[in-house]
């Protein structure tokens, strides 16, 4: 028997992986093109839509194109593109490939399409340990669930195919979901399937046993009796492996009973149903394989670019099936799972594992340091008083559970002398979460590679959520990053704890100052928020907004140009409250006595610099007509001084050449400060500008600060106390400087002399011969 001969590789899908490679180089290389192609960019790519060309362009112009769409200026911004590797480029491939296969003869197409859809729901049923499947493949992560409904609806309602919603008038159907289920998931349901709300009953979760994201099972079975009791048909529950926030499990064992009971569909969804894929799973999780139906996204959990989600089911009937949508007898729809089929094929069943594995150990990581950190509050399952074997499994789905949410609570670390900042004053709650959204932000921002949000929780309000299952395939993470988002938490609690204590302090500082308004903004999470008003109370409210809104904008930037850790704001971009100053996160060491008084001095400072400059057209004003006046005086004296024959030409040349008049010149200087005409004599006098430097008024520092010391610290305070040998040296530097200060002022006190003593020596001629000069400063001795 002859062999057959061995097929060459197909030229076109060589080519094809070879364009996919060369396009995934020119997009991800982030070099741009020539200087000429730069300037033809700016001119082109950003005035789209425009003009087709006729003529066409190449491959690599048009992936140019796309790069730049892709980038556009964000490149000096420090964008992150999200990291594809092999498996994605696998992915990508699955995509050309489905349009490429799709061309074929309708009867290869049909094989092939068939084969590639039955190995990969083989793969999954036998990676998620669900027996006997079938599986639908959907760009949607919720459309499966939509089918699933019209397949239960087609099997207990025989007539619905063909009657439509009149089929359901004689049972209306119910779909029971958790309260904790993602938002906007039952509404979805009945607007596709027509149903109206009252269809849908959202089933409350634990409020006095369990964990408060888990549904309440006791209640469910009441709810179900009462609508069978009132004529109505429960059609289907969805249960969660895995809330969308917390990632709790529902029990789902628990809840599988009660379906058999009442003849219902069980449909399981949650990002815990990858743990099933492990050689060691939770109890609670390993029911889900007991289901009627679950939905998987291997896209994010593999980290998989643009793979389909897919929907495991048990049913007998592919009539119904096909009925539902859950079934296609197009080919081409069945090349959807032809990018997951290339992925799972390069990944093999140890890659799939592993990634799963090391999300898993990177949660397990991050939840036992969480646990050794004061004000951290990890948990709130063992806060009601349940029995002893329920408190050990529910600390058995916290350990496996792939999902960790963490809340900065300050009831966790030692109170202050002044007693526990839990429950001391009103809002509490909104503060901690306006303090956690802050917590958040901020390890997002400065480390990126953790994956860490914010999420919002009913009961335990806005939390930090780390769900690597999600992120960590895509982003890379691995362990040193968990290492320094837990290194970056331990920095910022210290900064939160003594910020929410000296919290108060700022209020009741900025109360006692009668310029300072304090402004309750419990969603800002900083000191707080102050506002300087202005004194003037003869102005309309329109134009005392105006001055109120110009001294607050320059305080601030004041402010922000001080030397000093805190971050001076003007708010968020939608706050409420406008014309403030929001103060940030404070230091262990910040002196908020000092503070308080610096923003009322520079506040003090520019309203009376505003009130200057406002009344500065009508002091000008004065000043010239007086200067007018003046001059006008000055000309009439000269007359009568040089009498009226000098006013005329000719004569005045004579008189002026046998008799020289010495005119004297009065100069005058306009005082914008005082809005007054002044003399210039002492403008050119030594004795004046002696005088006017010694003025008393000139301001002088009050405080002592050590070198590089920053503003509103208290030395010595907080993690940055001087040592020991720098202590000595700047003590006795400032020492040195003390001396200097007492030496200088008493050799000033010879020079202060009275009054009427310095009116004397202006008289006197300034080129006194020595032996005068030494006479009358013996006189003076």
């Given at each position: 028997?002859?062999k057959?001969p061995?097929k060459?590789?197909?030229?076109t899908?060589?080519?094809m992986?070879?364009h ?5 180089k ?5 070099k ?7 300037e033809?960019?700016?001119m082109s790519w950003k005035e789209?839509?425009g003009?087709l060309?006729?003529?066409?362009q190449d491959v690599v ?7 730049n ?6 490149e000096?911004?420090?964008h992150?593109m999200?990291?594809v590797?092999e498996?994605g480029?696998?992915a ?9 296969i799709s061309v074929l ?10 084969r590639i ?6 793969w999954?049923?036998r990676?998620?340990r669900y027996e006997?499947g079938?599986a639908y493949f959907?760009e ?13 609806m087609n099997t207990?309602y ?9 089929a ?21 349901l009945?607007?596709?399937?027509g149903l109206?709300l009252s ?5 409350p ?10 549904m309440?099972v006791a209640?469910?079975d009441?709810?179900?009796k009462?609508d069978?009791?009132?004529?109505k ?6 249960a ?6 917390a990632?709790h499990t529902?029990?789902?064992?628990r809840?599988?009973?009660?379906c058999?009971q ?11 149903l990858?743990?099933l ?13 007991k289901c ?7 896209g994010?959990?593999?980290g ?11 049913h007998?009937?592919?009539?119904l ?5 859950l ?11 032809l ?11 140890d890659g ?6 090391h999300?898993s150990q ?12 004061a004000?951290i509050?990890?948990s ?22 792939p999902?960790v ?23 509490e709650r909104?503060?901690l979460?306006a303090?956690?959204r802050?917590?958040g932000?901020q390890l997002?921002?400065?480390?990126p590679?953790s994956?860490?949000d914010v ?11 780390f ?16 290492a ?7 920095e910022?609690i210290?900064?939160?704890?003594c910020t ?7 209020r009741d500082?900025?109360l ?5 308004s304090y402004i309750?903004?419990?969603n800002w999470?900083?000191?707080?928020v ?21 001294i607050?904008s320059?305080?601030l930037?004041k402010?922000?140009?001080l030397?000093t850790d805190?971050n ?7 706050s409420?409250e406008?014309n403030c100053?929001f103060i940030?996160?404070a230091?262990?060491?910040?002196d ?11 506040g003090r400072d ?13 002091v ?5 007509q ?5 001059l ?8 009568m001084?040089?009498g009226v024959l000098?006013q005329?030409?000719?004569?005045s040349?004579?008189?002026n ?8 010149v ?9 809005g ?9 006098s ?9 003025s008393?008024?000139?301001p002088?520092?009050?405080t002592?600060r ?5 503003l ?7 993690s940055d106390?001087?040592s020991e040998?720098?202590s000595?040296s700047?003590?006795e530097?400032s020492?040195r400087e003390?001396l200097?200060?007492q030496a ?6 010879p020079?202060?002399?009275?009054a ?8 006197a ?6 032996g005068?000069e030494?006479e009358?400063?013996?006189?003076i001795?």
């Amino acid at each position: 028997m002859e062999k057959p001969p061995v097929k060459m590789m197909d030229p076109t899908l060589a080519e094809m992986g070879n364009h996919l490679s060369d396009a995934m180089k020119i997009l991800e290389s982030g070099k741009l093109e020539t200087e000429q192609g730069q300037e033809g960019r700016k001119m082109s790519w950003k005035e789209i839509p425009g003009p087709l060309q006729g003529d066409g362009q190449d491959v690599v112009s048009i992936l140019q194109l796309v790069q730049n769409l892709m980038h556009g200026d964000d490149e000096e911004q420090g964008h992150r593109m999200q990291f594809v590797g092999e498996q994605g480029h696998m992915a990508l491939l699955g995509h050309s490939l489905a349009a490429y296969i799709s061309v074929l003869e309708r009867e290869r197409l049909r094989k092939l399409t068939t084969r590639i859809l039955s190995d990969t729901t083989l793969w999954l049923c036998r990676l998620f340990r669900y027996e006997n499947g079938s599986a639908y493949f959907h760009e949607d992560d919720r459309e499966g669930l939509l089918k699933v409904c019209r397949l239960v609806m087609n099997t207990h309602y025989e007539d619905f195919t063909t009657e439509g919603f009149t089929a359901l008038s004689s049972k209306h159907p119910v779909i029971y979901q958790s309260a904790a289920c993602r938002p906007g998931l039952g509404q979805h349901l009945c607007s596709q399937l027509g149903l109206p709300l009252s269809c849908l009953c959202v089933v409350p979760c634990n409020t006095m046993f369990g964990s408060l994201h888990q549904m309440d099972v006791a209640l469910l079975d009441k709810l179900v009796k009462d609508d069978r009791d009132s004529g109505k048909l429960p059609l289907l529950l969805i249960a969660n492996a895995g809330t969308p926030g917390a990632g709790h499990t529902d029990k789902l064992s628990r809840l599988k009973e009660l379906c058999v009971q009442y003849n219902m569909w069980l449909h399981v969804e949650g990002v815990n149903l990858a743990t099933l894929v492990l050689g060691q799973v939770s109890s609670t999780v390993t029911a889900a394989t007991k289901c009627d139906s679950m939905t998987l996204t291997p896209g994010p959990w593999l980290g998989l670019p643009a793979v389909p989600a897919v929907t495991l089911y048990r049913h007998e009937d592919p009539a119904l099936s096909l009925a539902a949508g859950l079934t296609s007898s197009q080919p081409v729809e069945k090349l959807r799972a032809l990018p997951l089929w290339l992925s799972l094929q390069y990944l093999g069943h140890d890659g799939i594992v592993e990634r799963i594995k090391h999300a898993s150990q990177l949660s397990q990581q991050l939840l036992e340091h969480l646990k050794t950190l004061a004000s951290i509050k990890t948990s709130d399952i063992l806060d009601s008083e349940v029995s002893l074997l329920e408190a050990l499994r529910m600390v058995e789905d916290e350990l496996n559970s792939p999902v960790v949410v963490f809340r900065f609570s300050h009831e966790n670390s030692a109170p202050s002398s002044g007693g526990s900042v839990e429950g001391s004053y009103a809002g509490e709650r909104d503060i901690l979460d306006a303090f956690n959204r802050w917590l958040g932000d901020q390890l997002a921002e400065q480390v990126p590679l953790s994956g860490v949000d914010v999420v919002e929780l009913e009961d335990e309000g806005t939390c930090v959520r780390f769900s690597p299952l999600m992120t960590a395939a895509a982003l890379g993470t691995q362990e040193n990053d968990v290492a320094a988002l837990v290194e970056k938490l331990a920095e910022m609690i210290p900064l939160l704890c003594c910020t929410l204590r000296l919290r108060q302090d700022f209020r009741d500082e900025v109360l006692q100052q009668a310029s300072l308004s304090y402004i309750e903004d419990l969603n800002w999470p900083g000191l707080g928020v102050v506002r300087f008003e202005p004194r003037t109370t003869d102005l309309d409210e329109d134009k005392r907004q105006d001055r109120v809104e110009k001294i607050n904008s320059d305080l601030l930037k004041k402010l922000m140009e001080l030397d000093t850790d805190l971050n001076f704001s003007g708010g968020p971009e939608f706050s409420e409250e406008k014309n403030c100053i929001f103060i940030g996160i404070a230091t262990e060491d910040l002196d908020v006595a000092e503070l308080v008084e610096t923003i009322m001095s520079l506040g003090r400072d520019i309203e009376e610099s505003g009130k200057l400059f406002e009344n500065m057209t009508e002091v000008v004003r004065k000043g010239i007509q007086e200067a007018e006046l003046q001059l006008q005086k000055a000309n009439e004296e000269k007359l009568m001084e040089e009498g009226v024959l000098r006013q005329i030409p000719l004569v005045s040349s004579v008189l002026n050449w046998f008799s020289p008049v010495q005119a004297s010149v009065k100069g005058r200087t306009f005082n914008l400060a005082e809005g007054c005409l002044d003399s210039t004599e002492p403008v050119y006098s030594i004795k004046a500008q002696m005088r006017k430097e010694d003025s008393p008024d000139s301001p002088k520092a009050n405080t002592r600060r050590f070198p590089g010391q920053k503003l509103f610290r208290r030395p010595g305070a907080g993690s940055d106390s001087i040592s020991e040998t720098s202590s000595v040296s700047q003590l006795e530097e400032s020492f040195r400087e003390t001396l200097h200060s007492q030496a200088a002022d008493e050799a000033e006190v010879p020079q202060e002399r009275p009054a009427h003593i310095l009116e004397e020596t202006a008289i006197a001629d300034q080129r006194v011969p020595e032996g005068q000069e030494a006479e009358s400063v013996e006189t003076i001795r």
